[in-house]
């Protein structure tokens, strides 16, 4: 007899339509604004909350694959704690290599060449976060993202490819780029703040909001998708530390689904995660 499995339902953040974009594109400053500039706004953007379902898939995982959905849970080992991961040489000189292993592993149709370029640690329970964090600084904790969003637009791929890898673009840009989002606990299983993830079937491009995140020496962009009933939320139930998700963010290749949004969600028991 096959078990009913009811989801669950919280509030999450979604970007709200605003006329001012009709003429302004959205915009984020992750940086202090010099005083003597007259238009101080960080941001045009602002949200608005929605309640949003989100469906177990611990019994259901071999039928969601990163092609398909634009995410996937597979299974990797875990020998380090958060304070161990804190090093950002341990992350670069063990970690990531790791991290590696279990893209070629699960990651169909191969690749060529693997590049980290970012990492962040997470904990739902640090009491504040400040308002200008310096991006740049892969040591700082930062608190879960409750709005939904992709982390990287298509064009920014592009440009952050070019930028990082200098003379190897040209050639890496006319085969299949993906960029996939590498997610799991550390300390313990998660119980609050389980990481969420649309179905990239369900998602539409004309729902797609493309927002420049501008930084000191970079202008990169994000993309915030405005609500649909038609979009279809996952997670995973109590997510243990061997359980890897792997999120799609881009892929060139247009025949398979592109891309995965993904957020936080609360409302469930609060005890502390770190991811």
């Known amino acids: 007899m096959e ?3 009811l989801p669950v339902k919280s509030q999450i953040s979604y970007i709200r339509k605003l006329p001012i974009y009709e ?3 959205p915009f984020q400053i992750l940086f202090d604004i010099p005083p003597g500039v007259g238009d101080q706004r960080r941001t045009n953007i602002e949200f608005e909350s929605r309640e949003q379902s989100f469906t177990n898939i611990r019994d259901r995982l071999a039928n969601f694959t990163l092609d398909k959905n634009g995410f996937e849970i597979c299974s990797g080992p875990l020998t380090w704690s958060s304070g161990e991961l804190a090093d950002q040489q341990v992350i670069q000189d063990t970690y990531l290599p790791e991290v590696e292993r279990i893209l070629k592993r699960n990651v169909t149709g191969g690749f060529d060449k693997v ?3 970012d990492w962040r640690l997470r904990d739902s329970q640090l009491p504040t976060e400040p308002s200008i964090t310096d991006m740049n600084d892969l040591s700082v904790w930062l608190r879960p993202v409750s709005y939904v969003h992709i982390d990287h637009a298509p064009r920014a791929v592009v440009s952050r490819t070019r930028l990082l890898l200098g003379d190897e673009a040209d050639f890496l840009l006319r085969g299949r ?3 996939i989002n590498v997610w799991r606990p550390l300390d ?6 389980p990481l969420a993830f ?3 079937s369900t998602l539409r491009d004309e729902d797609l909001v493309e927002c420049d995140h ?3 020496k970079y202008k990169g962009a994000t993309l915030f998708p405005n609500h649909h009933p038609d979009q279809k939320f996952y997670f ?8 890897v998700t792997l999120l799609k963010i881009f892929d060139s290749d247009t025949s398979v689904v592109a891309r995965a949004e993904t957020t936080l969600f609360g409302g469930m028991t609060h005890t502390r995660a770190r991811y």
Not at 188 to 193: G, L, R
């Open 198 to 200: 649309c179905d990239a």
């Open 177 to 179: 780029v993906r960029v």
């Open 3 to 5: 078990q009913l499995v």
């Open 236 to 243: 995973l139930r109590d997510q243990q530390q061997e359980a």
């Open 23 to 25: 003429k302004e594109k």
């Open 214 to 216: 501008v930084r000191r």
């Open 188 to 193: 313990h299983p998660v119980e609050d703040y």
């Open 115 to 117: 590049f980290f370029f």
